[in-house]
């Protein structure tokens, strides 16, 4: 069956490498759309964390121990820019004036490479380096990363929720920060406040996401506010989602989450941080929920119940399963 | 005694190893002044291939082979980049309206990454991108360079020509390109018509060169048009030279080059391709030369014969000679 993925950083990669594992599902029929309100300019190139890591769970280069780069990469390059720097302990956010200044993506979340507080690996680079120069000569990032997908050898098509400039901003008792620096540099430990989503109003939903949305989409097991928030506030995106069949995996269980600062962010935004929480986030325009047997949760919509903890059932276990019911619900 | 040296990238460097190594020689009296005129900004980062030769001789850590690039170096991140690209035989230098766009220093030198064409090596890129990062968040390239210069532990004092841009552009047949573009991506090939240093009327002569300059210089043995010519075209060298006592030595051996494109450089400029050419450019500030035994050159000037092969010699015993030599010259 054909279908669309929202995807963010950590627990929908998860469950991507099952839909990727799945014998009988043809990767030809699933498109991702991934978060990119947590990309930043940094070292000189434009990273996308959450894109990178669809890239390569669909490659099946990931490091599955963080979700995060590929899989025996070397540091050499970021290493050797920590030997070159004197100790400092923060990120180089780059002085507001810069913000905007230099290719329109980076607006809003330019970082200086002293220190590179993101941990960058060797080969992970070359992606940010390409992708970068793709742009640099024209492209946009729907096609850089197809082209860069392609060389991957990857049969799903996976795609930026936007080509335009959208930056996750956090505020702080310390100021707005960055959705990296709030994370990376500063461990999540500022108290998160409020969510700005900087940019969204001017970020054009691509002709691709467009057809993608078309299809029965499914909500991956990510953060509910900063991973698949962004990717709900562009417009256009509701009124999609309105329009097909949704069905969302909770990233929670009851009110516990499986990894990440969901909990934190959904109170940022005045959510209850659990999986009633998200039901009523997504309400308008969600037709049916997955949830773990351990969910005791009570909703009016149609529930499919299974074990959701990839780490204990595997993730092609649960895609496997998603799926049986998903054609079930969509027929 | 107080030296000030200016440098390009290959014989020079080679020269100033011999510096580095003499027991009897303070390092903390060298000033180097290296060639900016063919750094380009690549891969999201400004390398400065002179400079960074110029460093890594200074620290110890330069690949002897090439005299470009650190020792025993990876090149993950350049291979990668390769393998995310299709074939495509050329490099991305960007198009015209995109040359004077973003920082100011990359002005007329701007290529994507695209295949990389030029073999960045991983400890290497890391120069690159402090350096970048230093840039960005408003040093200079003179204080970016001090700051990695003691981070390496280098006790001479490396200066660049100048803060502000200057690019190296090579008029050819087909049409005028980068001296990179000319170098690395077309092998030298395309005949050499004539050379232009852009931005150079608009470079400033920094107050750490000027100083340098006021000390006895010795013009090391390379490329008198495109390593060396740069430096000489800064408003205010000329005038500085003159004040001073001004050694060169030669890169030729009559017409003979020992390494690199001299000699295609010296008939673009229209000066004859060997030491009687070379002292002809310098003419109005030289005060003496330091040929090869078997150079046969006459010239008015004082003049030192010594094996200056350093392949035969070796850096340091020719750095002993000429030190002995112009101790005698300046005194």
């Known amino acids: 069956m054909e279908l669309t993925v929202l995807s963010g950083g950590t627990g929908t990669p998860k469950l991507l490498a099952g839909f990727r594992d799945h014998e009988k599902f043809d990767n030809d029929e699933l498109t ?17 964390p959450d894109l990178d890591t669809v890239l390569y769970t669909m490659a099946g280069i990931i490091d599955e121990e963080t979700w995060f780069g590929i899989e025996g990469d070397s540091f050499v390059t970021h290493e050797r820019v920590d030997s070159l720097s004197v100790s400092d302990p923060r990120e180089h956010y780059l002085p507001e004036e810069k913000q905007t200044e230099g290719p329109e993506i980076g607006h809003w979340r330019r970082f200086s490479g002293y220190r590179e507080f993101m941990r960058i690996g060797d080969r992970d680079r070359a992606t940010h380096i390409t992708r970068t120069a793709l742009l640099s000569e024209g492209s946009d990032l729907t096609r850089a990363t197809a082209r860069m997908s392609s060389r991957m050898g990857i049969e799903a098509t996976v795609l930026p929720m936007t080509n335009d400039p959208v930056a996750t901003m956090v505020e702080t008792p310390q100021g707005p920060m960055h959705f990296q620096e709030f994370w990376l540099a500063r461990q999540g430990e500022p108290k998160a406040q409020s969510i700005e989503f900087r940019g969204i109003k001017g970020a054009r ?24 928030g962004p990717i709900l506030e562009i417009p256009g995106v509701r009124e999609c989602l309105k329009a097909t069949t949704v069905i969302a995996v909770s990233p929670f269980v009851n009110d516990r989450v499986f990894s990440g600062p969901a909990k934190e962010f959904m109170e940022a935004i005045g959510r209850e941080p659990s999986t009633r929480g ?26 499919f119940r299974t074990n959701t903890d990839m780490d204990a059932v595997g993730p092609e276990t649960l895609a496997a399963s998603i799926l049986e019911k998903m054609k079930e619900w969509v027929s």
């Open 32 to 48: 991702i759309v991934a978060n990119t309100g947590d990309d930043v300019m940094i070292s000189g190139n434009l990273v996308c």
């Open 205 to 228: 939903l691509p002709g691709a996401v467009r057809e993608g949305l078309d299809r029965p989409v499914l909500i991956g097991p990510s953060n509910p506010v900063t991973s698949i």
């Open 278 to 303: 998200m039901i009523e986030m997504h309400k308008p325009f969600l037709d049916a929920v997955i949830l773990d047997n351990e969910d005791t949760t009570e909703t009016e919509l149609p529930v």
